[in-house]
């Protein structure tokens, strides 16, 4: 794991795949972020992702078979 010091406007960039990590407001201990990211890219907080991964995956209702 890195740990930078980033002030407020300021940002990371993630590899290269796009995605800008910026420190959008400081407020009581809290910190909040903005992520630009591909649109293919999915971002969730960490305990979403988790319990996302729990989940049984859907079923599509119809499935095709080629002939």
Do not use: W
């Not at 990590?21 to 992702?49: D, W």
Request: glycine share 6%; charged share 25%.
């Amino acid at each position: 794991m890195i740990e930078l010091s980033r002030k407020v406007g300021e940002s990371v960039m993630v590899g290269d795949i796009k995605i800008t990590v910026m420190s959008v407001n400081i407020a009581n201990k809290q910190v909040c972020l903005g992520i630009e990211a591909p649109t293919n890219v999915s971002v969730y907080r960490a305990e979403v992702y988790g319990s996302l991964k729990d989940e049984p995956e859907e079923k599509p209702f119809l499935s095709f078979t080629s002939i």
